[in-house]
Structures are given as C-alpha cells and as structure tokens.
Nanobody, 115 residues
Framework: VQLQASGGGLVQAGGSLRLSCAAS????????ASWYRQTPGKQRELVAS?????TYADSVKGRFTISRDNAKNTVDLQMNSLKPEDTAVYYC????????????WGQGTQVTVSS
C-alpha cells in the first residue's frame, strides 16, 4: 500500500488548507485513518483519527475535520482557522481492510502558518 499526501503549503493565520491522503496499491477500502503532525525536536502528535467515529486533539477541535471517501480511497483533513502553532509536517496513517492489518504511513506534507 502506498500513500500520497498532498495539500500542504503556506497560509496566513486564520486561513484554511485541505490535506488529502490517497491510498493506492490495494483493492481494499480504508478501515481506519489518522493524521499526525510533527515539529522539529518534538514527538509526532495525533491530530485526528477516523474509524467507527472521529476523534480530535483538543488543540484542533472545532477547527479541523477529518473525512474519508471509500470510493476514492482517500482521507482528507480540512483545517480552518489555522494558527501559527499548527505549523508542522503532517503525516497520514492508514489501515486497510480490517483491524488486524498493519498501519501504513504517508511521506508527510509541510503546513506553514504565518502570523
């Protein structure tokens, strides 16, 4: 399974970006997915996840929305009201078919929010 993340970029504070992660090399649908982010010198942080339901880090609740399209095998992260502290490399993480398959990671996409 290969994951391709896209949609990162530079945006001013208060702006929006939409990240997308596309899974290929599999005939199975996405079972569960997450977006993580990481800044230099810090551990990778879980931002949002989707499976039976959705969960969000407290820092992004009400601003970010995770969604998936099983027909396209994509997982998106809509990010609104962006803040400079949202600046990070964002990674998607996907499990296909069922709970007992491995997690796959995308290559990361840079999000930079200027003040």
């Amino acid at each position: 399974v290969q994951l391709q993340a896209s949609g990162g970029g530079l945006v001013q504070a208060g702006g929006s970006l939409r990240l997308s992660c596309a899974a290929s090399g599999t005939t199975f649908s996405i079972y569960a997915a997450s977006w993580y982010r990481q800044t230099p010198g810090k551990q990778r942080e879980l931002v949002a996840s989707i499976g039976g339901g959705t969960t969000y880090a407290d820092s992004v609740k009400g601003r970010f929305t995770i969604s998936r399209d099983n027909a396209k095998n994509t997982v998106d992260l809509q990010m609104n009201s962006l803040k400079p502290e949202d600046t990070a490399v964002y990674y998607c993480n996907i499990k296909v078919r069922h709970a007992f398959t491995p997690w796959y990671w995308g290559q990361g996409t840079q999000v930079t929010v200027s003040s």
